[in-house]
């Protein structure tokens, strides 16, 4: 059996290169993988395209990656925020480019990722500043928006429980983009707070199965 | 008749939510955006079985908890407020919580607004001349939801109607609002155009119509809120 488990965030991140596409889990503050950010700040990488829902709390998780530098482009449903001014400010001091996303397409552009999916078609922000640019389609009558699949090199996940196949469960709404995105990377990158033993998961309460997890470590993270 | 008077008579923001969630029927599934909509959480009535839905994956949001202690980073409200699991409640992943938005599930969502067009025309996400934006849900509820109710003063602080002819902010959905609920009256949206349905105490019809661009039909029970 594969070996999954590395030691610390810092071997977890290790090789992810410039120029990168990296998603990054949560909503607010909660699902944010912070030891595995934190240890990409560490690492140095420049010119990131970050997908995420927010920008970051305070100056944690994405909010850290825009400010040491690490990030070219955010493609995000909600980076202005009261929770973190880190981004506004360097938006509009056009330091950071952003690719704005209805939330529910964000999430459902990553599901299509992952499941092999070029696209779909919606009725959400037709007629909007958001649908500029973007194909139509009409189907029986009504006009709909095509929405592309979302893949990246990298998604970066924060999981409850993990044992050493990968499988994964979360803590409560902390789930949020956590199990899609671990659906739509090439490498899938985990910081779970608990290691269980192979078995000690029921095969029912497992959210996400092992087979997508490349590399877990265990990180606790502060509050 | 000065400001300072009318000002009294408008609904405060709690007698409003009350007002929003007496329309909340037993038995539906509820979103509950940011801001003023949060507040119609806990009016609702004992007696009925309302869901609430909130976009991060939470199906079956409970108000916040009594004790500031028992707040959980991991049960926020879409404003990343201190929220609650209801007995029976669950969680989904994201991509699941906007299914069940855009899938029709939700009877009703309570939003916002900066302007509702006679249309129906929603503006919430994005203030006039801003850069970037921020949109989170917006979008998807707003299209998604039976019923969009929305929730918001009658007038801006300038004293602007909020309730225009055509949008001049961004707009978030065309044609989804179905009532409008402000610190002045409850107005229907309908295929005929905006129809006059409360008024709150001390209100008159002709003060509503002064302070709403496009014009009001008189619903023929035009009745006072009940505060």
């Given amino acids: 059996m594969k070996n999954k488990r590395v030691n610390t965030p810092a071997e977890a991140v290790a090789g992810i290169v410039d120029g990168a596409t990296v998603m990054v889990a949560g909503f607010g503050r909660s699902g944010v993988p912070e030891g595995l950010t934190d240890a990409i700040c560490e690492l140095g990488v420049k010119g990131l395209t970050v997908i995420s829902n927010n920008s970051g709390t305070a100056k944690t998780g994405v909010a850290r990656l825009l400010l040491e530098g690490c990030v070219e482009k955010i493609v995000c449903s909600f980076p202005r925020a009261s929770e973190s001014g880190v981004f506004k400010e360097m938006f509009d001091a056009g330091k950071v480019e952003l690719e704005l996303v209805p939330q529910g397409i964000l999430a459902e552009r990553i599901r299509a990722g992952g499941s092999g999916l070029a696209g779909f078609l919606t009725l959400t922000g037709v007629g909007t500043e958001l649908a500029e640019g973007k194909q139509t389609m009409e189907v029986d009558g009504t006009e709909y928006l095509l929405e592309m699949g979302l893949r990246a090199d990298v998604a970066l996940i924060k999981a409850r429980q993990v044992d050493g196949r990968g499988n994964l469960t979360y803590r409560k709404a902390a789930r949020n983009f956590n199990p899609i995105m671990a659906t739509a990377a090439e490498m899938v990158i985990v910081q779970a707070h608990e290691e269980v033993p192979i078995g000690a998961l029921d095969g029912e309460h497992v959210v996400t199965p092992g087979i997508y997890v490349d590399r877990y470590c265990v990180f606790q993270q502060e509050p | ?227």
């Fill in chain 2, 1 to 227: 008749m000065d400001t300072q008077t009318k000002n009294e008579r408008l609904l405060t923001r709690d007698q409003m939510a009350k007002r929003v969630a007496v329309e909340l029927t037993d038995g539906w599934l509820v979103n509950i955006g940011i801001g003023m909509p949060t507040l119609v959480l806990p009016h609702v009535p004992k007696d009925r079985d309302v869901i609430f839905h909130s976009e991060n994956g939470i199906v079956g949001m409970g108000p916040a908890p009594d004790d500031l202690a028992d707040n959980d980073p991991d049960l926020l409200t879409a404003g990343k407020q201190p929220a609650s699991l209801i007995p029976g409640g669950a969680f989904v992943h994201h991509a699941d919580s906007f299914a069940i938005v855009r899938g029709g599930r939700l009877d009703a969502a309570v939003l916002g607004a900066f302007q509702v067009a006679e249309n129906g025309d929603l503006a919430n996400w994005k203030l006039l001349g801003a850069k970037g934006g921020s949109v989170g849900g917006a979008m998807d509820i707003a299209v998604g939801a039976k019923q969009v109710l929305v929730m918001m003063t009658h007038v801006t602080k300038e004293g602007d109607p909020k309730v225009v002819k055509a949008l001049s902010y961004p707009v978030t959905a065309r044609h989804s609002v179905t009532k409008i609920f402000t610190d002045m009256a409850v107005i229907a949206v309908t295929a005929d155009g905006l129809v006059l349905d409360e008024l709150a105490p001390g209100i008159t019809a002709d003060e509503v119509q002064a302070a709403t661009e496009p014009k009001l039909r008189l619903s023929d029970s035009l009745k006072e809120i009940a505060v």
